[in-house]
């Protein structure tokens, strides 16, 4: 993708933490149609923004420096802030240790350059003849952070939410909370979340990983609890802030009067079996029936709201509107007013 006029500066933004090893190649493989190519040394160890600075000869590099270590998240939002104010366009994001094949960027790249996506990312489930070269831990765990994402974000359409191979137009950077979004390794699943707040489109691509000898620091086991924590908070929060803080619709009455019905049910069948457990007496028809319907009314109103939230997901890119009223300011700012004339 050659450099355009009308889509911009495309910067490449490379968090780096133990990653010494790879950074150089990495580096070397950032197609030479992308601007500005951002090293945030995530006050790493190896010192690996001095690693690049000495070795590295590319005019396109910039080093960046956390004073602290901030993960993969804080550097990342380290190098959003930086590059979006120095003018870049589009900010892509790929990891240091040479598992992200840069052949991708293109793909990322023009759903947004082409005012279809506000954030892509990249999907490894797409094309089933490279899920084999996945470790299958890394399968299983990320099909169950699949489906809570798809819960808590609201885009009930991707997949792969763990995967850092990203793109998103400079634009958003403005309107995402970056200081609230968590800094490890929960950053591009609470992205999604932000993202969602103010609707923003976000389109999956097709790519596969490149497994070497690498280390990943991320473990499935050791964060899965704490991931389902947080899917579990921000998927109320989205719910509260879509369904009754910004809108009220049919939905947020499915929700609540489906919720009222289950808990009824619920709670009058609990009270029932301990009254026959107590008494020593059979439970009714009745009283199963009493038990039952709210149950069953209550399920059938929270699958529509289920439908509802999945057909509600954001299906228009955001960026092009807020271009267009940035245009329409800078020209009315530029007009001479009346009592000029």
Not at 58 to 70: A, Y
Not at 122 to 140: K, S
Request: hydrophobic content about 45%; overall charge neutral.
């Amino acid at each position: 993708m050659p450099h355009d006029s009308t889509v911009g500066d495309v910067a490449v933004i490379i968090p780096c933490y133990k990653v010494k090893r790879h950074i150089l190649d990495v580096i070397a493989g950032v197609p030479a149609w992308i601007s500005k190519i951002y090293v945030v040394d995530d006050c790493c160890p190896q010192q690996t923004g001095d690693h690049v600075e000495s070795h590295c000869n590319d005019t396109r590099v910039v080093v960046l420096r956390n004073d602290r270590n901030r993960g993969v998240g804080g550097a990342t939002m380290h190098g959003y802030r930086i590059a979006a104010e120095r003018g870049a366009a589009i900010l892509v994001k790929i990891d240091g240790d040479g598992q992200m094949d840069p052949a991708f960027m293109r793909p990322l790249v023009r759903p947004i350059a082409r005012g279809e996506a506000d954030y892509t990312k990249g999907n490894r489930f797409y094309d089933l003849t490279h899920i084999g070269t996945m470790p299958r831990a890394r399968i299983f765990g990320n099909a169950m952070l699949s489906m809570m994402s798809k819960a808590s974000t609201g885009y009930w359409d991707i997949f792969d939410p763990t995967n850092g191979y990203t793109a998103l137009h400079a634009s958003m950077v403005a309107h995402i909370p970056l200081d609230r979004i968590s800094e490890r390794y929960f950053f591009e699943s609470d992205m999604l979340f932000r993202l969602n707040t103010f609707r923003a489109r976000v389109a999956d691509v097709p790519m596969h990983a490149r497994y070497g000898d690498e280390v990943s620091n991320l473990r499935i086991g050791a964060i899965i609890g704490d991931f389902l924590f947080r899917h579990i908070r921000n998927g109320l929060k989205r719910i509260f802030y879509n369904y009754f803080l910004r809108d009220a619709s049919l939905a947020s009455i499915q929700l609540i009067a489906g919720s009222a019905f289950v808990a009824t049910g619920i709670i009058a069948g609990t009270a029932f079996w301990y009254q026959s457990f107590r008494s020593g007496d059979v439970t009714t028809a009745g009283e199963v029936m009493i038990s039952a319907l709210p149950i069953i009314v209550g399920i059938q109103l929270l699958v529509g709201f289920l439908a509802y939230d999945i057909a509600n997901t954001p299906n228009r890119a955001l960026h092009p509107l807020l271009s267009q009223d940035a245009e329409d300011q800078d020209a009315a700012a530029s007009r001479p007013t009346d009592q000029a004339r």
